[in-house]
């Protein structure tokens, strides 16, 4: 059931558990239940904590810092790629917006992850 609602409603671990309050009598408390619904996710290798590291095609990914996502989305905003100023003149609006991003984003449950640094060439 908790799959289910995982999976198929993108519900979160603390939203779902208290769906499987109602299967075993007595009731458990609502805290007892997540615990033991991220136990058995951990162990069935379904669930990642989002303080974990990620390794994708032998590149391996941090959760970034959230107070460096907000700033790296406003220098996007304000630079193009060669690092020079856009003539927009919308700094601090760059700012405002990528603060709103990065509170929506995190409250749609999404993790920015970010590529550890590559070893310094000698």
Not at 65 to 73: F, H, K, Y
Request: proline share 8%; hydrophobic share 50%; aromatic share 4%.
């Amino acid at each position: 059931m908790v799959n289910v609602a995982i999976a198929t409603r993108s519900m979160r671990i603390h939203q779902a558990a208290p769906e499987a309050r109602g299967l075993g009598q007595p009731a458990l408390p609502d805290e007892v239940v997540a615990a033991a619904v991220v136990e058995l996710l951990l162990e069935l290798e379904c669930h990642a904590p989002p303080w974990a590291t990620v390794e994708i095609a032998g590149t391996i990914f941090d959760p970034a810092d959230p107070a460096e996502v907000p700033d790296s989305l406003a220098y996007a905003m304000r630079f193009n790629e060669c690092g020079k100023a856009r003539r927009t003149g919308v700094d601090y609006v760059a700012t405002l917006a990528a603060e709103v991003l990065v509170k929506r984003l995190g409250t749609s449950g999404f993790v920015v992850m970010r590529r550890r640094p590559m070893p310094a060439r000698r």
